[in-house]
């Protein structure tokens, strides 16, 4: 099972920017499509934005697109997720996820089996 860390989150105010990092040292990194998720107080956990494996598929969310980009560098074995003009409804845990390699998969959380530990994203003036 692939082993996955984000990080870049934190407290940002309202049309700011971040970067999510999500990292992993497994050296089959680059046949997994990832995806990133986030939950919020209260809610279910949903679809942000997915990445196939070699970034030739790249999936968004209404709410976001537009103003986030998912990219990846397999050479790092990171996939990164640019967010900008951020809004407190961006407000939320933010989780990245790996589906099966080379699988045909949708961008939803069932179709993602390895996750990481989630990094808090809170929008705030």
């Known amino acids: 099972q692939l082993q996955l860390v984000e990080s870049g989150g934190g407290l940002v105010q309202p049309g700011g920017s971040l970067t999510l990092s999500c990292a992993a040292s497994?050296?089959?990194?680059?046949?997994?499509?990832i995806g990133w998720f986030r939950q919020a107080p209260g809610k279910e956990r949903g679809k942000v934005s997915c990445i196939s494996s070699k970034s030739g598929r790249k999936d968004y969310s209404i709410s976001v697109k537009g103003r986030f980009t998912i990219s990846r560098d397999n050479a790092k074995n990171t996939v990164f997720l640019q967010m900008n003009d951020l809004t407190p409804e961006d407000t939320a845990v933010y989780y990245c996820?790996?589906?099966?390699?080379?699988?045909?998969?949708?961008?939803?959380?069932?179709?993602?089996?390895?996750w990481g530990q989630g990094t808090q994203v809170t929008v705030s003036s």
């Open positions: 497994d050296f089959t990194f680059s046949s997994y499509p």
């Open positions: 996820a790996a589906a099966l390699p080379y699988s045909d998969y949708r961008c939803v959380p069932t179709d993602f089996r390895s």
